[in-house]
């Protein structure tokens, strides 16, 4: 066996978690502006939603895997699990924790979704966006793939998608509360 499978199971399912997660905030602006709703139904796009976070859940589970059984740097449960905890690149791993425990809460809400106030769901499914940008920024930081130009590429190509995509939201709900308020657009 290649020592180094663990490695690069760790490495690959980090970069597939960190595309997974950049579609599903893609997808979950979709839903929310209606981007695209003449080419599909809203129901088909929420559950590819649905299905791309879940699948980035899959992916980071992989990844903290991948990183145990990598012998080259250890990683137990408290370097995993605890921010700060870990001798390599304490700060990067610690912003991949929180992105975590961000990814864990969006998802367990998202499930309990039809149990919970509209307003408690919303607001902590906004959460998405503070963990997509850790989950960047620690791909970024700590991953070993950040000088790649195709990597980089990529997560430019996910930045500018993704703010391109929040304007976007961000000018519909601003007419939209003009238009309630009587003011034309």
């Excluded at 020592?3 to 839903?31: D, K, T």
């Excluded at 699948?55 to 990183?67: D, I, K, N, T």
Aim: proline residues 4%.
């Amino acid at each position: 066996m290649n020592p180094q499978l663990w490695w690069f199971v760790s490495r690959s399912s980090g970069i597939i978690a960190s595309i997974l997660l950049s579609l599903s905030v893609c997808w979950g602006l979709f839903v929310s502006t209606k981007a695209i709703a003449k080419a599909t139904t809203p129901a088909r796009v929420l559950d590819l939603h649905r299905f791309i976070g879940g699948m980035s859940v899959l992916f980071v589970g992989v990844h903290l895997a991948g990183l145990v059984a990598d012998k080259y740097v250890y990683f137990g449960w408290r370097e995993l699990f605890v921010p700060f905890a870990s001798k390599w690149k304490p700060q990067p791993v610690a912003w991949g924790i929180a992105a975590f425990y961000l990814l864990i809460t969006v998802e367990l809400t998202s499930l309990l979704m039809r149990k919970l106030p509209r307003r408690i769901w919303l607001a902590l499914h906004r959460l998405s966006f503070p963990l997509w940008v850790m989950a960047t920024y620690h791909g970024l930081t700590a991953g070993t793939d950040h000088l790649n130009n195709w990597y980089r590429l990529l997560t430019m190509a996910a930045i500018s998608i993704i703010a391109f995509l929040t304007v976007l939201l961000v000018m519909a709900k601003r007419k939209a509360t003009l238009e309630a308020a009587g003011v034309p657009a």
